[in-house]
Every structure is written in structure tokens, then in C-alpha cells.
């Protein structure tokens, strides 16, 4: 049987596969916020009257909508 031992290291140097992973995750999080940022910019702007018509808005312009609908009819007696 082998003698037991016990040994402890302690390591002041960044392992190059943490590091990577560090790094990676790192950029993998700013990229995933920058479109986030991103898209949520963009739906903002939508909402405050640059949407209508053509546009990538998410709400329509009220004018257009209400100038396709036509006036009301008039009440059958």
C-alpha cells in the first residue's frame, strides 16, 4: 500500500483555459446586452411617433388607420 500524503499548492499564475473561458464568457455577455440594448432602443423610438406606415414600428400611425377605415355609417331607421 502507498503512503498517504497531503500537499497544497497554491497556483498565482491564470491557467490559459480559464482564462479563455473567462474572456469568452465575458464576450459572449457583451454581446448578448449590446443587441438587447439594441432592440430595445429601437422598439423605444417606435413608440414615441417614428412608426407608421413603411416603418418597423410596433405601433401604427393613428392617422393612416383612421383615414383607411372611411366614416362611420349612417344609422338605418
Given at each position: 500500500?502507498?503512503?498517504?500524503?497531503?500537499?497544497?499548492?497554491?497556483?498565482?499564475?491564470?491557467?490559459?483555459?480559464?482564462?479563455?473561458l473567462?474572456?469568452?464568457?465575458?464576450?459572449?455577455?457583451?454581446?448578448w446586452?449590446?443587441?438587447?440594448?439594441?432592440?430595445?432602443?429601437?422598439?423605444?423610438?417606435?413608440r414615441?411617433?417614428?412608426?407608421?406606415?413603411?416603418?418597423?414600428?410596433?405601433?401604427?400611425d393613428?392617422?393612416?388607420?383612421?383615414?383607411?377605415?372611411?366614416?362611420a355609417p349612417a344609422?338605418?331607421?
Amino acid at each position: 500500500m502507498l503512503a498517504e500524503s497531503r500537499y497544497r499548492v497554491r497556483s498565482t499564475a491564470v491557467s490559459g483555459v480559464g482564462l479563455l473561458l473567462t474572456v469568452g464568457a465575458g464576450g459572449f455577455l457583451a454581446l448578448w446586452w449590446g443587441r438587447h440594448w439594441v432592440r430595445t432602443r429601437r422598439k423605444a423610438q417606435g413608440r414615441h411617433g417614428r412608426s407608421g406606415p413603411g416603418t418597423s414600428g410596433d405601433l401604427p400611425d393613428t392617422d393612416f388607420v383612421e383615414e383607411a377605415a372611411g366614416p362611420a355609417p349612417a344609422p338605418s331607421p
